[in-house]
């Protein structure tokens, strides 16, 4: 299970963090990432980090502004946003995968959190 947490309401420019909480396995054993999805909008990946080494992989989108980083004792992910846009507005879902990929096909993706608003709004 995966549980989201740290949306909210924050203006242009401003910065949130958002939590992922795995329970029932071992975050670190998995490549895991971040999706989000606005609406009317198909969901989108954003960041994902390896198992193997720990590398990182994140959307031209937010390069520069995001990173996604874990932290093992607490079987925790975690996406740091910075320099919030008005279009990264969207549902930040976290998810567990067979390999990092932005694309959301359900055959590499086997948890889904609930996922976490993150509106930003002048």
């Known amino acids: 299970q995966l549980v989201e947490s740290g949306g909210g309401l924050v203006q242009p420019g401003g910065s949130l963090r958002l939590s992922c909480a795995a329970s029932g396995f071992i975050l670190d054993y998995y490549p895991m990432g971040w999706y989000r999805q606005a609406p009317g909008k198909e969901r989108e990946g954003v960041a994902c980090?390896?198992?193997?080494?720990?590398?990182?992989l994140l959307a031209d989108s937010v390069k520069g502004r995001f990173s996604i980083a874990k932290d093992n004792a607490k079987n925790t992910m975690y996406l740091q946003m910075t320099s919030l846009k008005l279009e990264d507005t969207a549902v930040y879902y976290c998810?567990?995968?067979?390999?990092?990929?932005?694309?959301?096909?359900?055959?590499?993706?086997?948890?889904w959190g609930q996922g976490t608003l993150v509106n930003v709004s002048s």
């Open positions: 980090i390896r198992a193997s080494d720990g590398s990182t």
């Open positions: 998810a567990r995968m067979e390999v990092c990929s932005f694309v959301p096909n359900p055959r590499n993706i086997n948890v």
